[in-house]
């Protein structure tokens, strides 16, 4: 487990009683980045560092609430550039530099930080702040017994393309038991960017959540078919679900079935089940774009999200269930916290039970990760309370 | 019947508790509890001496469901009415219990305030209620399941059946290891351990030492804990009966490590929901002997009406 720990900082930052020595010059800052991780992790407050000649350097991120360009200050005498931020205790933030060097602007990671976050998107720095830890469910335990991933294709009408699937079958699986489903937006950047095959290994193998099978599904036109489409919905119940049942030993009933998604791929999760509201017992919905106007069509969201506000302002303007149990999850630092919080009373109103779960991280796919445990673990609970050894 | 109950075996002590019985003779096992993991019993049969012979329930468990496909289809339509009947018990047992607590936060101090205690005990009398009825109602499924069933007139169980009986009778003592208490409940009942167990004509009962899931399964009140699951504590929660060798007893294997012993109200209200039975921790280390119709022996360790762990004294 990496953990990054140490009491609330009550002493002079390190970058503070570096600017008062004397004299201030290029070794000094070169011992002074010998002795410290970057970004340093004082209570907290971390600070993050640049060395190198530049105009002007910045610290670009996506917490929701602050500046998202905020400016580095050089310290007089040396090419070491810094700023503190106040990251609340269990923060996670993903990182990026923006170095301006006669009239050129480069974004780049971290040269003085080895953690990379990774995403569809490319890779980006990440700041681990006091008292967060890398989950040890996340990582490959050798004592986990590994499931299988089995690809398949299903040729969907409704979508007019042959659509590929990664089964994940559990380890020992067999044709006479009968598993839960759960299907899985984004299929591809759960398995590669959160570790969705790993995380499943480890929660079985330690009974957190129940033996089941995974349908990891892959978009086509992702903004389209995941902005509460018709043919999305369709293939998904009519199409894929039918077929995966003929074949595998699944429960077969709405209670054992899940969907699951994040940002547009919750949406889709949430319309599928609008659209089909017996089929799916369970959502596991993790920073949902639920973008919403309460009066007017100002949503900030652009041409994407049209058929995203008309859906959700139509689910709010008459909430139903869709499901009997929803798992909300959202990082605090992201702008969809405030939709998501909004959905919850919504969720509650329409009598659904519902989960909710926030975190000091963002819109990101190592925070989707982390919250995997609680979320599979609520959905599709494991048998560590029939189990005594 | 003498029965020995035993704390999880980390440190083993089930070879001890044998060699004290004084038998000889083949030792029965039943490691079904564990699973597909039922034939990894090396280490056991080497602590009893080479004598076991595993009775091998899992497996013929599975193998019925092969050779049964009638059987197993029933079985997993009774498995699904019961996943329901927990599911409705929980969604009730979470609304009666969260009415205690409640109740005793309000008491606060006053606790043994009349009246709220009046308040407390009739909120924990609604609870014991629906415990109550669970349980028959959990029972009566499972009754008339068999009932329906009639496992004995099946030829793959009937054979089992007989083959588990045959062992059993050759056998000193039979060893029952901790695992999954569900499945050890189902296939103790399916194979008819309880028959074997109750005393051949003109023979004493075989004697059973059992620990963890094995000595929950012996009883007639099973009841899942857990206070550390990854949605934090949870309700305790009525299962089903054992082989009801054991009555009045609720036994809480690894307590200090799954329970929140120290969080007094919430353990008061466990003993409470279950008394006048005797709430039973049996950590590592623990050996309590005793004989199916007499209570637990003096000196055992159990959880007070006041929701602390003390030692029985003498009657």
Redesign the interface.
Known sequence: MTAVRGPAVRHKLAINRLRDRRPLDAAMADRFLARHEVPIVEGDRCTFLYRGEADEVFLIHRIFGLPDHLPLRRLHGTDLWYVTLELPAGSRVEYQLEVACSGERERINDPLNPRLAHSPMGSSSVCYARGYSVPDWTQPDPEARAGSLVDMVVPSRALRRDCPVTLYLPARFRRTARYPLLIVHDGGDYLRYAAAKTVLDNLIHRLDMAEIVAAFVYPGDRLTEYANSAAHARYLTAELLPRLEAELPLAGTPSGRALMGSSFGAVAALATAYRHPDAYGSLLLQSGSFVFTDIGHDHGGGPPFEPVVRFVNRYRAAPRPVADRVFVSCGVYEPLIVRNRSMVPVFEAAGMTVRYVEARDGHNWVDWRDRLREGLSWIFPGPQKYVYE | MRVILLG??RRPTVDTAIRSLGLDGPVATITA?WQ?READDGELSGLLGGRATNLGLYRRW?DT??RDPGY?AAE?RVQ?ELAELQDIYLLRLDHALRAVYALQRRAGDQLHDQLHAEAIAAAVAAVRELDAAHLRRVNGVRGEFFAELLPHDRPVIAAHRAEVAGLLGRAAALVIA??????LADVLHLFNVAAALSGRAGDPAVPVVAW??GA?ALTDRIV???DR???GP?HA?V?GSGLSVLRDVVLL??ARARMLLDDTPRMAVIAQRFGPGRCVPLEGGTRIELDRDRGCPPGTRVLTGDGRVAALEAA
């Not at chain 2, 901790?178 to 499945?183: K, S, Y």
């Open positions: 999880p075996q509890g597909e599975l469901q092969d197993a997993r699904g901790g695992g999954h208490v569900g499945v963890s899931a929950m899942l804990f857990g699951s990854p949605q949870g929660e299962y294997p690894h």
